[in-house]
């Protein structure tokens, strides 16, 4: 433990003060900009949708619950309706499981304004479960819509921003995209697929002015744990106390905001504790490891119990 201090504690303040002191100023201005957000039906997307809308942004919202959608939307008029820049929100069906049907609503989403200055991919799902438990369809549903579905959506808007010259491209993954926890693997492999690849994304884009950020949250106050997939499909239907306590939607809102507004490239949203363990599985893998086998046998116990 002594090497903890002597080298995790001290890197992670100097962390701390990077991002103090060299944290980037407000570049980009939201008014007016054209927005689509997936996953806007509830949770975090909920939350970006008044952000954005608040901000003067032309906001499509999108994902499979049409009626919850145009209930937020309605909700939206009421409350920013009077507004001098307010734009009424777009709403728009799209399901990223169906990777058939997802060239046609990045179609459907440009016709509305002619082009997408903002992509929030932030729809996803979250799982619970053992590997030697869980089928594989189990693992393909996630990968469809966790990672294959944000990237042939993020290719259909791609072309667009590419001939303007200009947008942002914001993906929601999770801590989990960093790092491996026990019991989580369908979801954290899909987490760090959707990371590799928008990280590659930046660099490819970054000749035509386009940005990318990627926003690593950790347990935010949503209803992920109970819509989460178990080992055989079924809806997991709990509310972990993890993201009974986590953060509000609203402020990790903020911050996704403020990535935009500061075309910050990869933000961590967390407590100082799950920082930590990122830094320390960076720099001293072992000892990460060590806890996490711990922690595997401490679950298991506690699920065994449980039944």
Known sequence: MILFFVFVIPAFVLWCLNKALFSQKKVYDLKGKVVLITGASSGLGQACAYKFVEAGSKVILSARNINKLKEIRDDIVKQFGKHDDFHEPKV????????????????????????????VNNAGISYRGSILETEMDVHHHLMRVNYFGH????KC?????????????????????????????????SKHAFDAFFNCLRSEV??????????????IRTNLSINAR?????????????????MEPSSVAMEVIKAIECHEEDVIIADVKTKLGILLKNLWPSLF???????????????????
């Open 92 to 119: 728009l069906y799209v399901d990223l499981d169906n990777l058939e049907s997802l060239p046609k609503a990045g179609e459907d989403a440009l016709m509305h304004y002619g082009h997408i200055d903002i992509l």
């Open 151 to 154: 990237l042939s959506l993020t």
């Open 157 to 189: 808007i791609l072309p667009s921003m590419i001939t303007r010259k200009q947008g942002h491209i914001l993906s929601v993954s999770s801590v989990q995209g960093k790092v491996s926890i026990p019991f989580r693997s369908a979801y954290t492999a």
């Open 206 to 219: 970054a000749e035509y002015n386009i940005h990318v950020t990627v926003v690593s949250p950790g347990y």
């Open 230 to 246: 178990t080992g055989d499909g079924r809806q997991y239907g709990a509310l972990d106390p993890s993201t009974a306590q986590g």
């Open 289 to 307: 490891y060590r806890i996490m086998k711990k922690r595997a046998i401490r679950e298991r116990k506690h699920k065994e119990k449980a039944e």
